[in-house]
């Protein structure tokens, strides 16, 4: 079993960062990416961004050069390092691992997700 618990969140106003935590508990499992995603009412869930297993990361156009996503390998913590916020930037934010599960013979291949951090920002 793997779970996520995500931190940070807030409200905010234009132009202000925040940084967003995540931890990855459990047994059993391997991390190979990590990510961001947005929850916004009337929408589906968004890719933010996300990092793989070698720190290579990737980004929504939306985020490009304002946001940056870093992990922790010994800490199983990935971060969310939000710059020059917007009002559009507002929406729950969820982590998320994908796992492969090693104490399977199978290893099988799955995404956690967190609950999500509620981030609000004002004109």
């Known amino acids: 079993q793997v779970q996520l618990t995500e931190s940070g969140g807030g409200f905010v106003h234009t132009g202000d960062s925040l940084t967003l935590s995540c931890v990855v508990s459990?047994?059993?499992?391997?991390?190979?990416?990590l990510g961001w995603y947005r929850q916004t009412p009337g929408r589906e869930r968004e890719l933010v961004a996300r990092?793989?297993?070698?720190?290579?990361?990737t980004y929504a156009d939306f985020v490009k050069g304002r946001f940056t996503i870093s992990r922790d390998e010994a800490l199983n913590m990935v971060y969310l390092r939000m710059n020059s916020l917007k009002p559009e930037d507002t929406g729950v934010y969820h982590c998320?691992?994908?796992?492969?599960?090693?104490?399977?013979?199978?290893?099988?291949?799955?995404?956690?997700w967190g609950q999500g951090t509620q981030v609000t920002v004002s004109s």
């Open positions: 998320s691992a994908e796992i492969t599960h090693t104490g399977l013979l199978s290893s099988p291949r799955s995404i956690s």
């Open positions: 459990g047994r059993d499992f391997r991390i190979d990416a």
């Open positions: 990092i793989t297993s070698v720190g290579s990361p």
